[in-house]
Nanobody
C-alpha cells in the first residue's frame, strides 16, 4: 500500500507561483509513476503532469506545458509540482496519485493510490 499527502495549496494572484508537495509512504516501490491531477467545479478530473521514478521521464498536459514543472526527491520520497505564471483557469483541487505501470500517464483510472487533495485558487 502507498499513502500520499499533498501540501502547498493556497490563494495566489494571477501571474504568481506556488509549489505543491506530495509525500509518499508505505510500499513506495509500487509507485512506478507519480502524477498530478486537478478537478475544477463542474469539470472532470484532468491530468496535469506525471513523472517516472526510475529515470525522471516527465509528461505534461498541453494546458500547463512551459508553466509547470514536476520533479521528485527520491531521498525524501516526495514529488513536487512547481506552478508558475498561474491563471484563474488553473483554479482547482489538485490531487497527487501513484500507479505501478508506465505505459499510460494521463488516464486517472490507471492510478491506484490518491491523496486527499489541496485547493489552489488563482484570483484575477
Amino acid at each position: 500500500q502507498v499513502q500520499l499527502v499533498e501540501s502547498g495549496g493556497g490563494l495566489v494572484q494571477a501571474g504568481g507561483s506556488l509549489r505543491l508537495s506530495c509525500a509518499a509512504s508505505g510500499r513506495t516501490s509500487s509507485a512506478y509513476v507519480m502524477g498530478w491531477f486537478r478537478q475544477a467545479p463542474g469539470k472532470e478530473r484532468e491530468f496535469v503532469a506525471g513523472i517516472k521514478w526510475s529515470d525522471s521521464y516527465t509528461y505534461y498536459a498541453d494546458s500547463v506545458k512551459g508553466r509547470f514543472t514536476i520533479s521528485r526527491d527520491t531521498a525524501k520520497n516526495t514529488v513536487y509540482l512547481q506552478m508558475n505564471s498561474l491563471k484563474p483557469e488553473d483554479t482547482a483541487v489538485y490531487y497527487c496519485a501513484a500507479k505501478n505501470t508506465v505505459l499510460v500517464f494521463t488516464d486517472p483510472r490507471h492510478y491506484a493510490y490518491w491523496g486527499q487533495g489541496t485547493q489552489v485558487t488563482v484570483s484575477s
